[in-house]
């Protein structure tokens, strides 16, 4: 049987070559083998489709408008080459390329001289004949639509099925016809009737309910009070006295099936002190039992909403793809997106990069997205569904997990299970605490009072997990030490005037620019360079403002360690101390740090 006719745009010889093998595609993924051999590593590759060409040949084929042969061109020069034959290679011998896959996101790669690696990312139309073989889709833009959040309820109940993880951790709150279930939150709004929601008062009965996490970004008008509760609960609300975010939310909440929604603003009473004591103390049960949270990740504020249309992704370049004999050789396309050395995330989101989601800049968020068992996201340029498992965009479009927010141990979701304390895994929670601490103090707070608050139901996780008091942010046991080890990313910013925290805690720095914290761990998770602590804790200690309450009003740490005699010195024109050790230099470690204001350095004795 003939193949289909070759079009005008690929020339014969890629014709009868590459494209009749599927790109490569269809086979084994193209994967690296490396092994260190006479002082060099010696790499080579295996999978995908072969061939050879020269320079010349490449570009004269390109010249005449191949669009494949103009593809290797331009992705070669964009490596640095100004002269293909000169310039690239070093030599004017043919060239071996090989092209194929990538394992994980079917992205096209190209190698050539088994040294050089290219990809770029492709999809296929969700109705182009080629669609059964090629599993990446277009982004899906109408988030809105009956359709996606059909796909994205077929995810959901998949992971809901067959994701162990993801069971395991939601302790049986997942099971909608299940008995066994844990009491659901106080008030939740019942959304059958989207045209007329009302709060009901769940009175302790186990319900399955999805949870919204978004920015309020100002006063909430409609927000629940003592003197609107009661006709909340028997009138129902106006949806046109909502914010287009919390109407977005009834409406997903009711296409999904679920019809039962918590969110903060109508479900605890904002004017009773004692009622927002009492719900927030629980904050963290009502994300992590949800059976979904959605993440409202593009609205700015309430006010924004998050189902509008994204802007759609358009290709680079569009290539024809030759549909196996199975398929009577029909010619599909493959739209190509090429990187110009740009991330994965930014090729995938039209340059709107995954910092510009809101929920993703907010402290509050932070603890509602690690504590959800799995989340509906709408992103800024799409949805995905981010689980305890995997993140994954709806409808099949590529997404790189370098990108996701890493997840928490399996250890603090059991509040049963124990593990030896200092074991391998206990150490991998402690440490873990370090990395939630970096990316939660980068987030920004309306109010800088809230720094202890807004990471409690955290903070409440991992000590059911590690078994150790929590002080100001602080882990009371032997691994102390370690958490004293962190400095300001930007040690010119001025410490707040109102108290937060003792000042050896993280939390006792607060920015409205969003500048964080980084840690320097000791032996724990630095085992390939250990070094070893030269003081020991001998007692650490914070004074609550109240029992039921993360926030402290003094607090103390007493290490015991050898002392040198200092001076203290002023570093540039910041408000950073430097402390110079007079005397000898046996039994210390001299650490130099360049100062930009002054061109000078600092020299700084520290003790080992």
Known sequence: ???????????????????????????????????????AWDTSWTGGYTYTITPAALLFRAAFGCKWCLLLVKDFRRKGASKLEENWWPTRRALCIRIGRTQAEWSVRIVVNNTRSIYELMHIGTDDVAARYIPRRPRLSDVRSQRTLFMAKVVIERCVREHERCKSSAVRRDHIHTSNLLPAPTRLIDCRDPRRPRVIVTKGTTRVYVALSYVWGGDQP????SANLHSYMTDGIDPASLPLTIHDAIHVTHQLGINLLWTDSLCIIQDSPEDKHR???????????????IDAASAAKASDGFLEDRPPLHPDITLPF?????????LGTIMIHFRHGRSY????????????????????????????????????????????????????????????IPRLP???????????????????VRQRWHTVVEDYSRRLL?????????????????????????VAGMWNDDFLIEDLLWSCEWPTRARPTTYLAPSWSWASLSDPEGSGVAYYPLTASNKTRPSRAVAAVVSCTATAQDDASPLVTEGQVVLRAHLFRCNLAASCESNVEVFLVRGSTQGVYRNTKYCATQSRLITVWISV
């Open 446 to 470: 309306s109010y800088p009072s809230d720094k202890l608050v807004a990471c409690a139901g955290l903070a409440h996780m991992f000590a059911r997990g590690l078994g150790s008091d929590y």
């Open 222 to 225: 409609h927000r629940t009070t």
């Open 322 to 330: 030759i549909c196996p004999k199975d398929s009577a050789n029909q």
């Open 410 to 428: 399996d250890l603090v979701f059991y509040p049963d299970r124990r593990v030896e304390r200092y074991s391998d895994e206990w150490v991998d």
């Open 345 to 404: 995330e930014d090729v995938m989101t039209d340059n709107v990069h995954v910092s510009s989601s809101h929920t993703g800049q907010r402290a509050w968020c932070l603890q509602e997205t690690l504590l959800s068992t799995r989340s509906l996201v709408f992103t800024p340029w799409t949805v995905q569904l981010r689980c305890q498992t995997t993140t994954q965009n709806i409808g099949g479009a590529a997404h790189h997990s370098a990108h996701d």
């Open 279 to 293: 719900e927030l103390v629980s904050m963290c049960d009502v994300y992590h039992y949800a059976y979904l949270t």
């Open 1 to 39: 049987m003939a193949g289909p006719p070759r079009p005008s745009s690929i020339c014969p010889a890629c014709w009868r070559g590459p494209f009749a093998a599927q790109l490569g595609l269809l086979g084994h993924p193209l994967e690296k083998n490396s092994q260190w051999s006479k002082g």
